[in-house]
């Protein structure tokens, strides 16, 4: 578990939520842009996967339920499936889809009580080892080039102090391969408000390949070794499903008497193939100490800097019988208490990186020059990118919230001040 910490404690504060998809760059595309929502509650859907069928082209709605999806013209009469974690599975014609304000509802699943009780492994932790020794049967065993839109916010208190949004490939190496996945930048842009920012040297977990080695089935040594499998307590909770598939539901946590930080949070686990489809989980910070000591590599000597939250989550996606990484979450929470001043600082570090297109064994066609980033790689800051509209031309991306739309307009205010 430790070793998952300190393999990406090399980059500095940086952080990323995003989403992408590469389409030919000569095709025009459908824009289709809106919201999907709890049929019964009419509450927005944070984090609906979005998928045109026939085409490994996606895209996942922000945390206001909303999306904006670019299909090639050649494929709108592709059906767009809507999955959801605890809803039925919903598939929409794209020429159907009403392209600037579509509004999609999810009905909650239906409890499934009768295969709930016919659980074949009656033991939780022998289904997660189960889980993790399925990775060659369940996940792809061929080299799988992806395409990602990632995005990072590090905000002090309510106020945003960085942005920073990427396109990058990814070479998402087999999972039974012992090679690590590496990424490529494609596009890129950055802004940070350094006045916001306390003149701390930190060291922090952070960075694209953070959202990757979030996948524990190819990096299950971060986080559920042997022995770390032998310090949990794991036990079943009510199943649920997602595209119309049951899925059972496994919860863990450290036994008592371990002090050292470990993880808590729950497993989704595929009742048919015993594949996982996703993970939602948090690291203990309660050993305020030791939990400072995995992520803070450097600090100032009057400065006491520790965290107070650290969540992680996971989702794959399957496909003719295999899964795949598709999307990642991670939010940390710091806290600098300065010995000499009144007021604590607070730091929020969130990164999201969602897949939206996916090919094996074939090579991305982009017009770009291409980096090849190394794990400690941060964003080089480029601001110019933020008053341009078409940007991002063709990629999908995910729709920002209101938050990062009012951050935008900022740095395009302060940009003409510039000027």
Same mark, same amino acid.
């Given at each position: 578990?430790?070793?998952?910490?300190?393999?990406?404690?090399?980059?500095?504060?940086?952080?990323?939520?995003?989403?992408?998809?590469?389409?030919?760059?000569?095709? %025009?595309?459908? =824009?289709?842009?809106?919201?999907?929502?709890?049929?019964?509650?009419?509450?927005?859907?944070? $984090?609906?996967?979005?998928?045109?069928?026939?085409?490994?082209?996606?895209?996942?709605?922000?945390?206001?339920?909303? +999306? $904006?999806?670019? #299909?090639?013209?050649?494929?709108?009469?592709?059906?767009?499936?809507?999955?959801?974690?605890?809803?039925?599975?919903l598939e929409i014609?794209?020429?159907? $889809?009403?392209?600037?304000?579509?509004?999609?509802? @999810?009905?909650?699943?239906?409890?499934?009580?009768?295969?709930?009780?016919?659980?074949?492994?009656?033991?939780?932790?022998?289904?997660?080892k189960k889980t993790?020794? @399925?990775?060659?049967?369940?996940?792809?065993?061929?080299? #799988?080039?992806?395409?990602?839109?990632?995005?990072?916010?590090?905000?002090?208190?309510?106020?945003? !102090?960085?942005?920073?949004?990427?396109?990058?490939?990814?070479?998402?190496?087999?999972?039974?391969?012992?090679?690590?996945?590496?990424?490529?930048?494609?596009?890129?842009?950055?802004?940070?408000?350094?006045?916001?920012?306390?003149?701390?040297? @930190?060291?922090?977990?952070?960075?694209?390949?953070?959202? $990757?080695?979030?996948?524990?089935?190819?990096?299950?040594?971060?986080?559920?070794?042997?022995?770390?499998?032998?310090?949990?307590?794991?036990? +079943?909770?009510?199943?649920?499903?997602?595209?119309?598939?049951?899925?059972? #539901?496994?919860?863990?946590?450290?036994?008592?008497?371990?002090?050292?930080?470990?993880?808590?949070?729950?497993? +989704?686990?595929? !009742?048919? %193939?015993?594949?996982?489809?996703? !993970?939602?989980?948090?690291?203990?910070?309660?050993?305020?100490?030791? !939990?400072?000591?995995?992520?803070?590599?450097?600090?100032?000597?009057?400065?006491?800097?520790?965290?107070?939250?650290?969540?992680?989550?996971?989702?794959?996606?399957?496909?003719?019988?295999?899964?795949?990484?598709?999307?990642?979450?991670?939010?940390?929470?710091?806290?600098?208490?300065?010995?000499?001043?009144?007021?604590?600082?607070?730091?929020?570090?969130?990164?999201?990186?969602?897949?939206?297109?996916?090919?094996?064994? =074939?090579?991305?066609?982009?017009?770009?020059?291409?980096?090849?980033?190394?794990?400690?790689?941060?964003?080089?800051?480029?601001?110019?990118?933020? %008053?341009?509209?078409?940007?991002?031309g063709k990629y999908?991306?995910?729709?920002?919230?209101?938050?990062?739309?009012?951050?935008?307009?900022?740095?395009?205010?302060?940009?003409?001040? %510039?000027?």
């Amino acid at each position: 578990m430790k070793r998952l910490i300190s393999s990406v404690l090399k980059t500095n504060l940086s952080f990323i939520l995003f989403l992408v998809c590469a389409i030919n760059f000569a095709q %025009s595309t459908i =824009e289709y842009k809106g919201k999907v929502f709890d049929s019964n509650t009419k509450k927005p859907l944070a $984090l609906a996967d979005l998928v045109v069928n026939n085409a490994n082209i996606s895209t996942v709605s922000n945390k206001e339920g909303a +999306f $904006l999806l670019k #299909v090639p013209e050649n494929l709108t009469t592709n059906k767009l499936s809507i999955v959801y974690l605890g809803y039925e599975k919903l598939e929409i014609t794209l020429s159907e $889809l009403d392209t600037s304000n579509a509004k999609i509802y @999810l009905s909650p699943a239906a409890t499934v009580l009768a295969e709930v009780d016919i659980v074949t492994i009656k033991n939780a932790k022998e289904l997660v080892k189960k889980t993790l020794s @399925l990775k060659g049967e369940n996940y792809s065993v061929n080299n #799988v080039h992806m395409t990602g839109f990632y995005r990072e916010t590090i905000k002090k208190r309510n106020r945003n !102090a960085s942005l920073s949004e990427a396109v990058v490939k990814i070479n998402k190496q087999s999972y039974i391969s012992n090679k690590k996945d590496n990424i490529t930048l494609i596009k890129a842009r950055k802004k940070t408000d350094y006045s916001k920012l306390d003149t701390i040297a @930190l060291k922090l977990q952070g960075g694209p390949y953070s959202s $990757l080695y979030s996948d524990m089935i190819k990096y299950p040594r971060f986080i559920f070794t042997e022995t770390d499998l032998n310090n949990y307590n794991f036990s +079943f909770d009510r199943s649920t499903q997602i595209d119309n598939r049951l899925v059972y #539901v496994v919860s863990f946590i450290q036994k008592l008497g371990i002090t050292s930080p470990m993880y808590y949070g729950k497993l +989704f686990i595929d !009742a048919n %193939s015993y594949a996982l489809t996703s !993970a939602i989980y948090n690291l203990n910070v309660t050993n305020r100490s030791e !939990a400072a000591n995995l992520f803070v590599r450097k600090k100032p000597k009057k400065a006491d800097v520790y965290p107070t939250e650290a969540s992680y989550r996971v989702n794959y996606r399957t496909k003719n019988g295999k899964w795949y990484f598709g999307y990642s979450n991670i939010l940390l929470t710091f806290k600098v208490k300065w010995r000499n001043r009144l007021f604590n600082s607070q730091y929020t570090l969130q990164s999201e990186m969602a897949i939206t297109d996916w090919n094996i064994n =074939e090579t991305l066609l982009t017009n770009k020059p291409l980096l090849k980033l190394s794990p400690t790689s941060i964003l080089q800051e480029q601001t110019s990118g933020f %008053s341009d509209p078409e940007f991002w031309g063709k990629y999908n991306i995910i729709e920002p919230e209101k938050t990062i739309e009012n951050a935008i307009s900022k740095i395009n205010k302060q940009l003409k001040k %510039s000027s």
